[in-house]
């Protein structure tokens, strides 16, 4: 065995993109993200993190509400440039054409083709964990709600290779490949009995 | 606009595999998991959720210790069967040949070209802030040590076109396909200044 001490970092490989979307001041705002996990299912959670000096984050405690929008490749420059250029510095707003649910505070990109609309059900600074300065701000979202058009769905459930959505890794962004085994099914092979 | 309410569930799409190894009673357990997320950067953080009922839970809050570890399609069999299997009925510690580092109790697959070692720093009953019975735990842990053979480094850095990972969608496991685009670049198209 060979094996090197590299560098520590939280490498993960290849990480989901999702844009954040959080209103501030009542404007639509959106942020790229790769920091993001679902943690549960009864009800269905999901975490983001988020630099604590980003605009995002300001109206989500703003309004304890995000949303996350699944990206499609023909929205690949607008999710890009949402992540090259701040809210603090240009209006975002027009950058997608946006609608609203039931918590009304979440804006949710139309042409994304999966939206969950969020409630923020806990905030937890890294910081506070850490002892450090300065980092992200862990948001646990409930999904109260989720949408998406009917091309996208097989069965009523999302389906990926209909979504042509893609990933993050190594300062791009990569397409979704072939499928390559089924799970709960490829392991039997190590079964003995 | 012909945007559906569909199941709220917390889609994602495609979501990273990766192998999380622990220690319970001497002996190295493995279960793979997509719940997974970086979460900080300084110093890196790693969180995963994973099911109050697994075995796995018990040597991560047994040591305050655990492994993240980045399968390549060479070790997809072995994946996939500790989830199929709990370590609860069958000893898992045969699967992998594993090595240890500096945290003692973290074991590490070898032939996963990519191992973080982690130290819990917080851990989050999903159930004390939903109010539910039973649920995920989330554990956030500090990456000690990260580990990789020189075969799947450039410049010192894990290359996801050398891991030769895959990731977890709809009972599948998926391929990473090619590079799409150069992030924070392409989108610069919109920049207007």
Redesign the interface.
Same mark, same amino acid.
């Given at each position: 065995?060979?094996?090197? =001490?590299?560098?520590?970092?939280?490498?993960?490989?290849?990480? !989901?993109v999702?844009l954040i979307g959080a209103n501030i001041s009542g404007k639509p705002n959106f942020e790229p993200l790769?920091?993001?996990?679902?943690?549960?299912? =009864? !009800? !269905?959670?999901?975490?983001i993190?988020s630099y604590e000096t980003h605009f995002t984050n300001i109206g989500i405690k703003e309004n304890g509400t995000f949303s996350?929008n699944?990206p499609s490749?023909e929205i690949?420059?607008?999710?890009?440039?949402?992540?090259?250029?701040s809210g603090k510095e240009a209006d975002k707003s027009e950058?997608f054409d946006v609608?609203y649910g039931e918590l009304k505070t979440a804006p949710m990109i139309?042409k994304a083709p *999966?939206?969950?609309e969020c409630k923020v059900?806990?905030t937890?600074a890294?910081k506070d964990?850490?002892g450090?300065e300065i980092?992200?701000e862990?948001f646990?979202g409930?999904?109260?709600?989720?949408?998406?058009?009917?091309e996208y769905?097989t069965e009523?459930?999302?389906?990926?290779s209909k979504?042509n959505?893609?990933?993050?890794?190594?300062?791009?962004?990569?397409?979704?490949? =072939?499928? *390559?085994?089924?799970?709960?099914?490829?392991? =039997?092979?190590?079964?003995t009995d």
């Open positions: 065995m060979t094996k090197n =001490k590299i560098k520590s970092s939280s490498y993960l490989f290849p990480r !989901p999702v790769a920091y993001v996990s679902s943690v549960e299912d =009864k !009800p !269905p959670l999901i975490s993190a996350v699944t490749e690949i420059v607008g999710t890009d440039y949402c992540g090259i250029v950058v609608f139309i *999966l939206n969950l059900i806990k937890l890294i964990i850490t450090g980092g992200h862990l646990i409930e999904i109260v709600n989720a949408y998406a058009e009917e769905l009523g459930a999302p389906d990926i979504i959505t893609f990933t993050y890794a190594m300062k791009q962004y990569w397409k979704v490949g =072939k499928p *390559l085994a089924k799970a709960w099914e490829v392991g =039997k092979k190590l079964m």
